[in-house]
């Protein structure tokens, strides 16, 4: 027994390694079925998953702008497909293509690197688009919100833009309840954060509170963008028409990421547009 | 700085930096290459004559906690029981004759440099090798191994002299 014990003694580094190597492995290759996989030695215990939670909700700030721009890039692939971008044109008698659905609007992405809300008349904003991405001028741009206003003018890689807070801008629009439409000007007495609607017809039934938004007739928007909501109505004495004030929906004080809409037909319409103007001039 | 202390930082340091860092290396096509481990630098920090069974055991311990980062059941566990196991007769060859305080453990300055990058590199080669195998099991693609284990154990040991002279640094603090 003595003599057992003294062996033992002397060798037990290499017992006690043989030991733990068969513990070890019989861990290792029991690892391969399922009870052993919800066992304790793996990352789905609560201390290690923990960590990882931990570990995860660190680095994720990394990868926020990264983030950001795919959303980005996502809110414009459905910008595209909402507004009523696509348009019928296999109605005719024979339809060579199975193409029955035309993409009118496209939309680039930009970022406002400039913009002023506090002049008195004319106030601009200058995106990081231009010719490059061909942008010209007269394209609507639309904020993360609504409308933002029409570009003006566009040289390799900027554009400016008139927002609807500037005393030059103009843009068809109507009433989405009513449908009527009206045009939307900026006046003297508006802020960055108002506009004034004008020419919609005194009886038409105006709430304070209803959505005013694009017409789409000018080709430089979509139907139905959002511009702004009813603040007031005011009838003006003498004219048909009653004169409406709307908060408007974009955010001039904070706008950053703005899509340009290039649509497709625009020169068709113009074109037409045109001939008939001939038409009556004769 | 208290010598345990001192270890027990170490010991939660390099923990983290495996499991948080060198787990998540991204290095395209030569992350199948570069695997580095070197949390057993605890390992190899205990002091000269530490007893072998309760390194063993330090080994197993820690072996599993790498093991339920990693997934891996119990493969880190059984290398770093090697580890400990031809650690322990290792140490004698790397001594220096006589005048070496058995209390503490083995650095740069108490055995020199070159004595130093033998012991890490021999160490480092046979954990790496000792995991690759196991986790392999197989003698298919046995030099393809063989070279993930070198490699891995290369950069291992150029993080672990880094590491040394770092906390060099740290206890000047």
Redesign the interface.
Known sequence: MQNIIRLLQKF??VL??CF??V??????F??NNAF?RAS????S?V??GG?YDL?HSISSYFHLKKENEQLLQENLSQKKQLYGSQIEVGKSFMTINDTIYFQQYNFIKAKVINSSITAPKHNFITINAGEDLKVEPNMGVIGTKGIVGVTIASNDSYSTVTPIINANFVLPIRHATSMTFGRVVWEDDDTYLTATVIDVPSSVAVDVGDLIETRGSAGIFPEGVPVGKVLAVEPVSGQTYQKIKIGLIEDFSAIYNVSVVKNIKKIDQQEIEKQTMELYQQ | MNPITRYIVKLLFVILLQVVALKNLELGAANWWITPFIYFVIILDLPVKFNPLLSMLIGLVFGLVIDAFYDTYGLHASAAVALSFFRYYLVGFVLPRDGFDTGSSITIRNVGTVKYLVYIGILCLIYHLWFFAFEAFTFDSFFLRLSQAFVSSFVAMSILILLHFSFIKFDKY
């Open positions: 037990q580094v006690m390694f733990l190597q513990l070890c492995l019989i861990l290792v029991s690892g052993h304790i030695a793996s990352s215990n201390v290690v960590f570990s």
